[in-house]
């Protein structure tokens, strides 16, 4: 076991009550007393599960703090939040509204996840390259891998990031459609090449970022998609 990032943890609890705070639109000094050390709770399991992991391992497949973190606000947190409310009787229209402010969150998580990524790839995108199996070769193979590979997660995550904070559903097709076609790709190789170690991690990954995207569509104010395509 590492050791605890304690001050990743402290971060973690003021991000997730700023973001709770934005969505409900809360300013009261209980919520503002009582919300940091409630979050705290959560990110001291988050960051002891994460310190279980290891430095080495969290060092060689960084995605593993997302999909932790992820995991179980969509594994946990939403199915309770449902259930409460289902047996209080509360609106629906309540109970949709309470889910978005943790979609929103999941945006954030991830459209920052896809930002480093882009940015990675264009500072270091030799090393980074080795994470997602790829190999340069030569000075074009190194301009790919810069060019292309940090446009996809830097569109991703920017759309992300502000679909979430402007409340633009339509903006998150942007990344459903990118990772469905990753994921749609990943699958064809699969039938026709085989898999390999790990492959399902990936496929994985990209099958949660489009069903976020595409609840969080559905959820925040959005067009019809035949009113997007005119």
């Known amino acids: 076991m590492g050791a605890?990032?304690?001050l990743?943890?402290?971060l973690a609890a003021l991000a997730a009550t700023a973001v709770l705070g934005l969505?409900?639109?809360?300013g009261r000094i209980g919520w503002l007393v009582a919300a940091p050390a409630l979050n705290l709770v959560s990110a001291?399991?988050?960051?002891?599960a994460l310190a279980r992991i290891g430095p080495d391992k969290l060092?060689?497949?960084p995605q593993l703090f997302f999909m932790q973190s992820g995991g179980l606000a969509l594994a946990f947190v939403l199915p309770a939040l449902w259930f409460t409310h289902l047996r209080d009787g509360t609106?629906?229209?309540q109970t949709v509204i309470d889910s978005l402010a943790f979609l929103t969150a999941l945006l954030f998580l991830f459209g920052l996840f896809n930002l480093m990524l882009g940015i990675g790839f264009l500072v270091d995108p030799t090393n980074l390259g080795t994470t997602f199996n790829l190999s340069p070769v030569g000075l074009g193979g190194l301009a790919v891998l810069r060019a292309d590979m940090t446009a996809f997660f830097l569109v991703a995550g920017g759309c992300q990031l502000w679909g979430g904070w402007k409340r633009n559903g339509d903006l998150l097709l942007v990344p459903a459609l990118l990772f469905g076609i990753a994921f749609t790709g990943r699958a064809i190789s699969a039938a026709l090449d085989g898999t390999y170690p790990g492959f399902a991690m990936p496929m994985a990954v990209e099958a949660l970022q489009v069903a976020l995207a595409v609840a969080a569509w559905r959820i925040l104010p959005h067009h019809r998609i035949n009113e997007i395509a005119g």
């Open 4 to 6: 605890m990032d304690w």
């Open 44 to 48: 001291l399991m988050l960051g002891h």
């Open 23 to 26: 969505a409900f639109r809360q």
């Open 8 to 10: 990743g943890v402290i």
């Open 91 to 93: 609106p629906r229209r």
């Open 59 to 61: 060092a060689a497949k």
